[in-house]
């Protein structure tokens, strides 16, 4: 009606309705290209997210499989699922290793305090229990050891008293 009032032609009304189609279907066309590709990045996103955690489930020797998600859920909301999923796996085992370095760090402090061999792990590995348990056996070993000295130590000071006893030699003197 605007362009009739403003005086033009049927054919020219119809030249700009075309080029209003053409620049709508311009312009929706690449919206959808562009939505398709976010489509297919927040799937291959999701589909690393599985990967990511199936490889962490097995490393945490957790049974069975991971969680499925719930059906029916939009893309965005599986993204967030999955990443929720991977992040309480990631904090298990930052929590699992936390407890295996500080044993190894007591391990290695013991070790290199008393002259002895500390037990050689990897510790940015999850450890496996053998591993665990070699390694709290050296420091139980290792601390038995620290002990048998400290006693061997207190038995040598009241034997050199007691010689200073003897000879009649004051120790603060």
């Given at each position: 009606?605007?362009?009739?009032?403003?005086?033009?032609?049927?054919?020219?009304?119809?030249?700009?309705?075309?080029?209003?189609?053409?620049?709508?279907?311009?312009?929706?066309?690449?919206?959808?290209?562009?939505?398709r590709e976010n489509k297919m990045k927040i799937e291959?996103?999701?589909?690393?997210?599985?990967?990511?955690?199936?490889?962490?489930?097995?490393?945490?020797?957790?049974?069975?499989?991971?969680?499925?998600?719930?059906?029916?859920?939009?893309?965005?909301?599986?993204?967030?699922?999955?990443?929720?999923?991977?992040?309480?796996?990631?904090?298990?085992?930052?929590?699992?290793?936390?407890?295996?370095?500080?044993?190894?760090?007591?391990?290695?402090?013991?070790?290199?305090?008393?002259?002895?061999?500390?037990?050689?792990?990897?510790?940015?590995?999850?450890?496996?229990?053998?591993?665990?348990?070699?390694?709290?056996?050296?420091?139980?070993?290792?601390?038995?050891?620290?002990?048998?000295?400290?006693?061997?130590m207190f038995t040598m000071k009241e034997q050199i008293?007691?010689?200073?006893?003897?000879?009649?030699?004051?120790?603060?003197?």
């Amino acid at each position: 009606e605007l362009w009739e009032t403003m005086g033009l032609s049927g054919e020219e009304v119809n030249q700009r309705m075309d080029t209003v189609r053409t620049k709508i279907s311009d312009i929706t066309t690449e919206m959808v290209e562009c939505d398709r590709e976010n489509k297919m990045k927040i799937e291959e996103a999701c589909n690393n997210y599985k990967k990511d955690i199936r490889v962490l489930w097995r490393k945490l020797k957790q049974s069975g499989e991971p969680e499925q998600l719930p059906s029916g859920l939009t893309l965005l909301e599986q993204l967030k699922a999955l990443k929720l999923q991977l992040t309480s796996l990631e904090e298990k085992r930052n929590e699992i290793m936390g407890q295996f370095r500080s044993l190894i760090d007591e391990e290695r402090a013991m070790a290199s305090k008393l002259g002895l061999e500390a037990v050689y792990i990897d510790e940015d590995t999850i450890p496996e229990k053998e591993d665990m348990q070699r390694v709290e056996d050296n420091l139980r070993k290792m601390i038995r050891v620290k002990e048998e000295r400290e006693t061997h130590m207190f038995t040598m000071k009241e034997q050199i008293v007691t010689l200073l006893d003897a000879l009649g030699m004051d120790l603060n003197a």
